[in-house]
């Protein structure tokens, strides 16, 4: 643990947007964006666990500090099969406004599952329109080999 946590735990401070940069880590900065492209939508622990890829012992430590931050809060619980409840989190406020400035990431910037089947609609167009111009480049070479041929041909009959 680093002397500006111990600080922040015994004298109940929140750290700056600068000190949070410094100290959020990939894990954290996951789940942030995963609030965040939840667009004012509230994500339960498990499903933030999945998108954000975090290891299940870990989440707890991560969501904790991040609501100690007042980044996220805490809406509701939920059953999510055989008995078992989740969290459902949401960005705060601050938290918005951390992404927005500390972490220099708008929701416009990440994709949205309707943006993921645009985009493999247009890969597929892409690797289409590839196979094409392989085909035609490959069809070009043959009618240039094939003249080449005829070419040479001619001229040693004319020898």
Same mark, same amino acid.
């Not at 922040?8 to 401070?13: I, P, W, Y």
């Not at 989740?86 to 601050?94: M, S």
């Given at each position: 643990m680093s002397n500006g946590s111990i600080t922040?735990?015994?004298?109940?401070?929140?750290?700056?947007f600068e000190e949070m940069q410094d100290r959020l880590g990939h894990p954290r900065r996951n789940i942030l964006q995963v609030l965040l492209s939840a667009d004012n939508t509230a994500v339960?622990?498990?499903?933030?666990r999945e998108h954000a890829g975090i290891p299940t012992g870990s989440m707890t430590h991560h969501m904790d500090l991040l609501e100690r931050w %007042?980044?996220? &809060?805490?809406?509701? /619980?939920?059953?999510?099969?055989?008995?078992?409840?989740?969290?459902? #989190?949401?960005?705060?406020?601050?938290?918005?406004q951390f992404?927005? %400035?500390?972490? &220099?990431?708008?929701? /416009?910037?990440?994709?949205?599952?309707?943006?993921?089947?645009?985009? #493999?609609?247009?890969?597929e167009a892409l690797e289409e329109e590839v196979e094409t111009l392989r085909t035609k480049h490959d069809n070009d070479i043959e009618d240039l080999r094939t003249r080449t041929k005829k070419a040479i041909q001619k001229l040693k009959e004319n020898l």
């Open positions: 922040e735990e015994l004298d109940g401070t929140v750290p700056t339960n622990t498990s499903e933030l %007042e980044l996220v &809060e805490e809406i509701d /619980r939920v059953h999510i099969g055989q008995g078992s409840r989740a969290i459902v #989190w949401q960005l705060t406020e601050r938290g918005e992404c927005e %400035e500390g972490l &220099e990431l708008a929701a /416009r910037d990440l994709a949205h599952p309707n943006d993921v089947e645009v985009l #493999w609609e247009r890969i």
